[in-house]
């Protein structure tokens, strides 16, 4: 069965300091890859999404993503975090019809970034 | 625009009790999804409708989870009889049509806690 794997269940950031979320997805197959981002009392909202096209995404709030399909890899990157990055972060893929055609979720990062 | 809409955002019952939430969806979005999200874990797929069609419920406990979207719009899900390891967040999406191109737009979820 399709799965996705997120790497860190929990990461303490000070503010400044460069983030890197690790996200791996079973198998391949031409899949569309998303990041979820759910801040603290509100619900799960898009950050970005890759379909085709140049692997290094980007999103809101100076986020980006690369995807590195021979590592069926999606990794989030931010440069510098803010205090207001304090979220939780899931990274999601959805197969192709043949492989069921629904949204697979990872378990979330819970990133803290400390003031 | 309005976003998705649930309620209740919180309930608490017993075990073996009856409980049934309830989501509107972005208006003009066909397809519904919901969602489980257990603590700790991401969000997996319970029932996804198009229009008010059930497309995939593969993954819907069938003996005690029910759902329908009888006019194509709002949706019901309903648990009868509710056990302890049905304690989680109860999401509800929406995407203006089916496939993998479509956002998601997430509700702010019903927290259902069976004791």
């Known amino acids: 069965a399709q799965s996705v794997s997120q790497h860190n269940h929990h990461v303490i950031l000070s503010e400044a300091a460069s983030l890197e979320l690790g996200c791996n997805y079973s198998y391949g197959g031409t899949v569309n890859l998303f990041w979820y981002v759910q801040y603290p009392g509100q619900h799960l909202q898009l950050l970005l999404k890759y379909f085709s096209g140049d692997p290094l995404v980007k999103g809101i709030k100076g986020f980006e993503a690369e995807f590195i399909k021979s590592k069926f890899s999606f990794n989030l990157r931010k440069p510098s975090v803010q205090w207001s990055d304090t979220a939780e972060y899931f990274c999601?893929?959805?197969?192709?019809?043949?492989?069921?055609?629904?949204?697979?979720f990872g378990a979330g990062t819970i990133l803290r970034v400390k003031s | 625009e309005a976003g998705v809409a649930q309620s209740p955002r919180y309930k608490i019952i017993e075990k073996r009790q009856s409980v049934a939430f309830w989501c509107n969806p972005i208006s003009g979005h066909a397809t519904l999804y919901w969602y489980q999200q257990i603590l700790g874990q991401g969000p997996k797929l319970l029932i996804q409708f198009q229009n008010n069609g059930v497309v995939d419920d593969s993954q819907l406990p069938k003996d005690r989870f029910s759902a329908e979207r009888l006019k194509g719009v709002d949706s019901t899900l309903k648990i009868q009889p509710a056990k302890l390891e049905d304690s989680a967040v109860y999401l509800c999406?929406?995407?203006?049509?089916?496939?993998?191109?479509?956002?998601?737009?997430f509700g702010p979820g019903t927290r259902l806690t069976v004791l």
């Open positions: 999406a929406s995407s203006f049509q089916r496939g993998s191109y479509n956002e998601q737009f």
């Open positions: 999601a893929v959805n197969w192709p019809v043949e492989y069921g055609n629904k949204l697979v």
